[in-house]
């Protein structure tokens, strides 16, 4: 399942990549008819809060999901509900870009994260676009943290 969120929901965006989930967000100002030809060839659901981009995707037969809360929370639940998180895919996908994160090897990632982290922890993981290194432990306990908050919250 491929998500593509709209301009407003960047935070929501990044936690759906936390979940393992594939999720185009637009960052720059591109139109409506450019986002929807996105969502149409990659096959991606629309994740909205924009009244009038919720009609022109209905016209032309593409899958949303219509968020109408502010609050992440709620919008996470909104996604769970049509979407199940696979496990296996927590923490596969680099929050800020998208792109699926390599294992790379504990003394390769020494210089780029605090000592106290290198120390404690032992798996990593690594994002060629961004340069960007996460890590089993604070980044995964966060991710698992929230998705029971959100099981249990109503
Ligand atoms: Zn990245």
């Known amino acids: 399942m491929k998500f593509l969120c709209d301009q407003m929901l960047g935070n929501l965006s990044r936690w759906l990549r936390f979940f393992g989930f594939d999720t185009y967000y637009i960052q720059s100002d591109i139109d409506d008819d450019e986002l929807l030809k996105i969502a149409e060839k990659d096959n991606r659901i629309i994740i909205t809060r924009d009244k009038e981009l919720i ?3 209905n016209k032309r037969k593409l899958k949303i999901i219509n968020i109408d809360s502010i609050n ?4 996470i639940k909104r996604i769970l509900k ?3 998180i696979n496990e296996n895919k927590i923490l596969s996908r680099c929050s800020i870009c998208n792109t699926i994160l ?5 003394q390769d990632v020494k210089n780029k994260i605090p000592n106290k982290i290198y120390n404690n922890m032992n798996i990593f993981f690594f994002c060629e676009l961004c340069d960007k290194t996460y890590w089993m432990g604070t980044h995964y306990d966060k991710i698992i943290k929230k ?4 099981k249990n919250g109503n």
């Open 82 to 84: 049509n979407a199940e």
């Open 55 to 57: 009609i022109r995707a």
């Open 147 to 150: 998705i029971i908050e959100i």
């Open 102 to 106: 390599k294992k790379i090897d504990k």
């Open 72 to 75: 992440l929370d709620v919008q």
